[in-house]
């Protein structure tokens, strides 16, 4: 699902480098948990995994592809094919519904959108994940901008499963919400990603949410591990 190469990579050229890693492998369906202080390189990290961000040196590949060789728009396709992301500020479109929101996957992307088509459309499959995180239907016409903070949270998990991307990055996905819904919304994204075989990384501080993942990172481990390669 996921090669690295050993890497480089540095905010500008010929600057400090903000991650070093050696060669990491993930296959299909496993799960990580990355973890480490802040300002350590987390949704850098990420970045590079969703092909937004490039190495200076070395490779990122998704499903055998290099991001670095694909040019900007089909690297831009190639991603809403392919990845779900969780915002940790959620990203929604605040003037659109919560409806709207979640099925935005589906049109820029014919795959996910004909995913989508075998729960019955991409409308009924937005309801059905908006159940699954427990937002009342009542709220699913409202403005983005009309929810708490903790139901955009929910919302923008909803989006990134829809269509049943391979790989789910979710940056802080219990950030918002409080510590009885922690529990819950965690064990919705595990199985979700079980029942679509997602490949799921989660950064979070939430050192409860570790024994969940299959694996358990930290980002400077794996960096002094990259620095002695």
């Known amino acids: 699902m996921i090669d690295i190469e050993p890497m480089r990579f540095a905010w500008t050229r010929g600057g400090a480098d903000t991650l070093v890693l050696g060669r990491l492998h993930l296959a299909q369906g496993q799960t990580v948990f990355l973890h480490g202080p802040s300002g350590c390189g987390k949704s850098s990290f990420l ?94 016409t409202r403005r983005a901008d009309a929810l708490s903070v903790g139901q955009q949270q929910r919302v923008a998990a909803a989006r990134a499963l829809m269509g049943q991307p391979e790989l789910i990055l979710a940056d802080e996905p219990t950030s918002a919400l409080d510590a009885a819904l922690r529990h819950d919304f965690m064990d919705v994204l595990m199985q979700a990603a079980h029942d679509t075989g997602s490949t799921l990384v989660c950064v979070s501080h939430d050192p409860q949410q570790a024994t969940r993942f299959g694996l358990q990172w930290s980002l400077p481990d794996l960096q002094q591990a990259g620095l002695r390669a």
């Open 47 to 140: 970045g590079l995994l969703a092909g937004v961000l490039s190495p200076q040196h070395g490779s990122v590949s998704l499903l055998g592809q290099d991001w670095a060789a694909l040019p900007s728009g089909r690297r831009d396709a190639f991603r809403a094919d392919h990845v779900g992301v969780i915002f940790q500020q959620f990203n929604l479109l605040p003037y659109l519904s919560v409806l709207d929101n979640v099925t935005l996957p589906c049109h820029f992307s014919k795959r996910r959108h004909e995913r989508c088509l075998s729960a019955g459309g991409a409308e009924v499959s937005a309801q059905n994940w908006l159940q699954r995180m427990g937002l009342p239907e009542e709220l699913w």
